[in-house]
């Protein structure tokens, strides 16, 4: 059921004459004809087992029976009726045949018109609707030629085929399944022909990847019980219960194949890297200026038992922007640094990087400075490797990793270069995990002898459901508090259509500014020509709203081709009216040399210039705590966990900070309420959630960017958190009681297709 998906995008490329071929040599083509063949294939079903599996998208609820005279146009309607008039003729341009039917109750009559592209369908039409047929017919009228009412291709059964008028309106109140169609093939056409494959199966022809004990303990239908009730309710509830089994399915097979990817990891080497006293980690934390939270030293204390094992630690630490996860971090690598083993630090900017040198230099203090005048004799030594480093910059830091001088090596993916070596490396930790591809880890991953442990940390909240769901091989720590003493932060949104608020936006700026604070200015884009920042790497939970600018729309935000704020403009505006200093506003964004941002970010945190104009690029973890204000411009254009990240780069210091979203949004849209919710709520959970829920599901496992439909056709990762629970440990049991599950060979099957090469990468990445 799982390579499903891959046909589809194996199909994708299979196009005309190719298609055409293709379809006469698939089982279904055989089995329904070249044409329905081709036409199935289209949609990415080739075997039968595709098509048993091409799930309705919706069931229609056939209303009580109406007289033919009673329906207005746009209601749906069912009639029993008999045929009275068949005629049939082509379309004008030959392509297509019409067939016209007139039914009548003998008081009233009302017409039907079937389209059918291919001659077969149209006979098959022709035989069953013959003059003089009863049927039951189902459909939305609508208003045809000359005014008349008229049904286009209605769902009809004929009487004939129930043995009585009982049994005849029973079946006419069974919801009728409509099918994802396509190009040449219908809803119907569809339905019928799933009833044809379904119709001799057995409970012994079907695949069931659920062992036989959790269908009896969990009272799951079978799963032709299920096939059938899914294609072919009786009622309701019966395809309601059919697809709770059908979603237990998925989330089964996907934490089966998770419970064994761990299995694989707890079976895997790694060097046991223990804590020892009196090394680097007790010299650190001696010297740390707070205490560490309750939340941090439990993390810890996972963590360095992790370590200890002599299995790789995988293990994702999530927390809020400043809920302490570098320090926590830190301790871990000391750790490995204090058994004689390196760290790698990954971030996903270089800017990012470059900041996580210094706070980790900072923190480190003389125990970073190793062989350095002033260095600590026991201590070790951080090194940065970028890929804009100068030659000689690079040659050294290279040296330092491969002789194993660097404790602590802190990159972007430059790190993982070919050319990178490293002596012993015993711990990565990633930062901001989803950012990175499977394909990046696994390089990494490859560059010790044996495999290092790993840590990834993550300040974009993950609901439950989520992390059962994309890492369900790993452990989850989540660090809830944030540590005592940090600010609070109040957000209001501001409709930037009105020009009153808006000069008290750029007051409050001036005002902070003068208070020797600092404010961000979030723009989505660089400039009028630009696209989006990075919208490929950074909006993981972004989602444009519907916005309606009005005529007459205020310079300093008027933007791009769609009006869009962006940095140069914005920057431009401020410093010809906002009052402050020409040189107080500066600029930052991704298209900015290393240096340049270098110096943006530095001026800005230095106070030289107190007003940062800037993409998204600061969203993840830059620290500058005399900032107080973030005003963010068409804040729409962002998703709530990203505004939740960039709202956290404020209130760090001492100073309450104040975070402005300003939206084109009417009061009262989608995306209005959307920003609501983030005033409303610090909780970066329920944000997280609330994101979630907007979004399909084929958007959270990141198919969408490759094309890909989703592996997950009807379970739903938030909606079905109790279901993916119950599956997880159900599938946990069987796993662990049979690891490489010859036992259960249906299972292993299902995880196979689910596993293959391009589905591996589904299962890494987040
Ligand atoms: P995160 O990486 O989760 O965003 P950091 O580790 O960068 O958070 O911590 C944010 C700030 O809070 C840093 O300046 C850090 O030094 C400080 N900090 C971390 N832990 C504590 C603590 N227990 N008490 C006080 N301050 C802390
Ligand atoms: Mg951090």
Sequence with gaps: MWGHADSIAAVARVSGQAAEAAGARTPLGRRFGKKAGVAMLKLGLETEEDLLRHYPRRYVERGAFTPLDAGRPGESATYVAEVVQLSKRFSRDRKMQIISVTISDGRASLDLTFFARQSYLAQHIERQLAVGTVAMFAGTLKQGYQGRLELTHPEYEPLESWDDEETAIREAAKPVPIYPAGAGIQSWQLRTSIRTLLDPLTEDDVVDPVPAEVVRRRGLLTELEALRAIH????????????????????????????????????????????????????????????????????????????????????????????????????????VVDAGGQAALLAPTEVLAQQHARTITRLLGPLGEAGMLGGA???????????????????????????????????????????????????????????????????????????????????????????????????????????????????????????????????????????????????????????????????????????????????????????????????????????????AIGVMHGRLSTEEKDAAMAAFAS?????????????????????????????DRFGLSQLHQLRGRVGRGSKPG?????????????????????????????????????????????????????????????????????????????????????????LLGAITQLVDPDHEEFLDRA
């Excluded at 761990?262 to 007790?282: E, F, K, N, Q, Y």
């Excluded at 106070?607 to 804040?635: F, R």
């Excluded at 599938?731 to 009681?737: G, P």
């Design 607 to 635: 106070g030289e210039v107190p007003v940062l104009v800037t993409t998204t690029v600061i969203e993840v973890g830059v620290d500058v705590p005399e900032a107080t204000v973030m005003v963010v411009l068409d804040a």
């Design 232 to 335: 072919a309710p009786d009622d309701a509830a019966a395809w309601k219960r059919a697809r709770q089994r059908l979603r237990y399915d998925e989330a089964f097979v996907l934490q089966a194949a998770l419970a064994r990817r761990r299995a694989d990891i707890a079976a895997t080497d790694a060097r046991p890297r223990p804590a020892r006293s009196g090394g680097l980690v007790d010299a650190f934390d001696a010297q740390l200026p707070f205490t560490l939270t309750d939340g941090q030293r439990a993390v810890a204390e996972e963590i360095s038992a992790d370590l200890a094992a002599g299995s790789p630690m995988q293990r994702l630490l999530q927390g809020e922007v400043g809920s302490g996860k570098t320090v926590v971090a830190l301790r871990a690598m000391l750790q």
């Design 377 to 583: 004799a026991e201590g070790t030594r951080v090194t940065l490797l970028t890929g804009s480093l100068p030659a000689a910059a690079r040659k050294k830091a290279l040296l330092e990793a491969a002789s194993g001088e660097a404790g602590i090596v802190i990159g972007t993916h430059a790190l993982l270069g070919e050319q990178v070596s490293f002596a012993d490396l015993g711990l990565v930790v990633v930062d901001e995990q989803h950012r990175f591809g499977v394909e990046q880890r696994d390089a990494l991953r490859a560059k010790g002898a044996v495999m290092p442990h790993q840590l990834f940390m993550t300040a974009t909240p993950i609901p439950r459901s989520v992390a059962m769901t994309f890492f369900g091989d790993v452990e989850v720590s989540t660090l809830r508090e944030v540590p005592a003493g940090r600010s609070p932060i109040a957000t209001h949104v501001v409709p930037a259509g009105n020009p009153r608020w808006m000069e008290r936006v750029w007051a409050k700026i001036a005002e902070e500014v003068d208070g020797g604070g600092r404010a961000y200015v979030v723009a989505p884009r660089i400039s009028s020509s630009q696209e989006e920042e990075g919208a490929d790497v950074y909006d993981l939970f972004a989602e444009p709203g519907e916005r309606k600018r009005p005529p007459g729309t205020p310079e300093m935000v008027d933007g791009g081709p769609d009006g869009t704020a962006n940095v140069e403009d914005v920057a431009a505006w401020l410093r010809r009216n906002s009052g402050l200093p020409e040189g």
């Design 658 to 746: 104040t975070c402005l979203v300003v939206t084109w949004a009417e009061p009262g849209s989608g995306s209005h309420e959307r920003l609501s919710v983030l005033a409303d709520t610090l909780d970066g959970f329920a944000l997280a959630e609330a994101d979630l829920e907007q979004r399909r599901e084929g958007d959270i496992l990141g198919a969408a960017q490759s094309g890909r439909s989703s592996s997950l056709r009807l379970l739903r990762v938030i909606a079905d958190a109790d279901l993916i629970a119950q599956a997880r440990e159900d599938a946990r049991a069987v796993v662990a009681e049979d690891p490489t599950l010859e036992q259960h060979p249906e």
